[in-house]
């Protein structure tokens, strides 16, 4: 999310935490199956309040400004 007093990236409070889980999963070579798994298991509700899926994950991965601030930020 955009800080709305400096204009920069910086990470959701409310969601910042599952980013990094997610990236640090990934980055620990996790297939994204059992990411998708884990985040369902404990009802983290994905980015449109549905399940998770690895397809959503990987594209939350690619995606330049948000996999750029999971990176910089966690």
């Known amino acids: 999310m955009i800080d709305p007093e400096t204009g920069q990236?910086?990470?959701?409070p409310e969601t910042g935490v599952y980013a990094r889980?997610?990236?640090d999963e990934a980055?620990?070579?996790v297939p994204l199956v059992k990411v998708?798994?884990?985040l369902n298991e404990y009802e983290i509700p994905?980015?449109?309040g549905g399940l998770?899926?690895?397809n959503?994950?990987?594209?939350?991965?690619q995606q330049d400004v948000r996999a750029l601030g999971v990176i910089l930020f966690f």
């Open 9 to 12: 990236l910086t990470p959701d």
């Open 21 to 23: 889980l997610i990236a």
């Open 27 to 29: 980055l620990a070579g």
């Open 36 to 38: 998708a798994r884990l």
């Open 46 to 48: 994905g980015p449109r």
């Open 52 to 54: 998770w899926q690895v």
């Open 56 to 61: 959503t994950l990987s594209q939350l991965l």
